[in-house]
C-alpha cells in the first residue's frame, strides 16, 4: 500500500491532509518539522512526500537530501 509523508508545522494542516489522502486507501505518517520528519523517513520510506517550504527547523525542501540514495 503507497506511504504518504505529511511535513507541515501546522497540525491542522496536516490532519486535513491525511484525512483526504487516506479517504485513498493510502497510509500517512506525519511531522511537524524536519527533525520528526527524518524520524518518520527511518520508520518507512515514503512513496510520496507533501511538505510545507518554511518549517521551524529549516526548508522543506532540506528533506528531500534524506530521500536521495547517492546523498548517503
Same mark, same amino acid.
Given at each position: 500500500m503507497p506511504h504518504v509523508l505529511i511535513v507541515? @508545522? @501546522? &497540525? %491542522? !494542516? /496536516? %490532519? $486535513? #491532509? $491525511? &484525512? +483526504? +489522502?487516506? %479517504? @485513498?486507501? #493510502? !497510509? !500517512? $505518517?506525519? &511531522?511537524? @518539522? #524536519? /527533525? %520528526?520528519a527524518r524520524i518518520q523517513l527511518v520508520r518507512q520510506m515514503p512513496d510520496v512526500v507533501f511538505t510545507d517550504l518554511k518549517l521551524p527547523d529549516g526548508s522543506g525542501t532540506d528533506l528531500f537530501q534524506d530521500l536521495d540514495p547517492r546523498s548517503g
Amino acid at each position: 500500500m503507497p506511504h504518504v509523508l505529511i511535513v507541515d @508545522d @501546522d &497540525a %491542522e !494542516t /496536516r %490532519e $486535513a #491532509l $491525511a &484525512a +483526504v +489522502v487516506s %479517504e @485513498d486507501g #493510502l !497510509t !500517512t $505518517a506525519q &511531522a511537524g @518539522d #524536519l /527533525r %520528526e520528519a527524518r524520524i518518520q523517513l527511518v520508520r518507512q520510506m515514503p512513496d510520496v512526500v507533501f511538505t510545507d517550504l518554511k518549517l521551524p527547523d529549516g526548508s522543506g525542501t532540506d528533506l528531500f537530501q534524506d530521500l536521495d540514495p547517492r546523498s548517503g
